[in-house]
């Protein structure tokens, strides 16, 4: 922990917040019920309830854009081999993007942020990699 940040301690709770002392953002250190956040992008959701629903909306849909990235195969047999290695090294790159960003979303330790990127992950894998949906299926 930086010694240099200022401490808070809440009342009645044994989480512990820092504030920055030039940004005066609330940087939780363990998971959180608040809509009070901040995620992805300085002072957004902010305070609004619209705002941090539409962020829970879409760090749910990003999750689901990294299950579709991680199980399309777009490379047909019979294609140049270089071509489609670094045609997949493309897809590679965009799916870890986009991994992190909802990481780094988690890393807010909201509780919100958290259910809905494990309910996007578990709804991308439910349409896009179980067999389910799939012609093959035996």
Known sequence: ?????????????NETTQIHPKSHHLIHLS???GRNTCFLFPNWPGNSKGMYGL?????????????????LKLVKPGSNRAAAVFFQ?????VR????????????????GVFIAAILGHAVGYVVF??????????
């Open 55 to 71: 962020g829970l909306i879409f760090v749910f849909f990003l999750a689901i854009l990294v299950e579709f990235f991680s199980n």
């Open 31 to 33: 998971f959180y019920w």
């Open 1 to 13: 922990m930086n010694p240099s940040l200022p401490m808070m301690a809440w009342a009645n709770s």
């Open 89 to 93: 090294a493309g897809i590679q790159a």
């Open 129 to 138: 990699g179980s067999p389910i949906f799939k012609k093959d299926m035996d």
């Open 96 to 111: 870890a993007g986009f991994a992190y960003m909802v990481m780094l979303a988690v890393m807010s330790y909201n509780g």
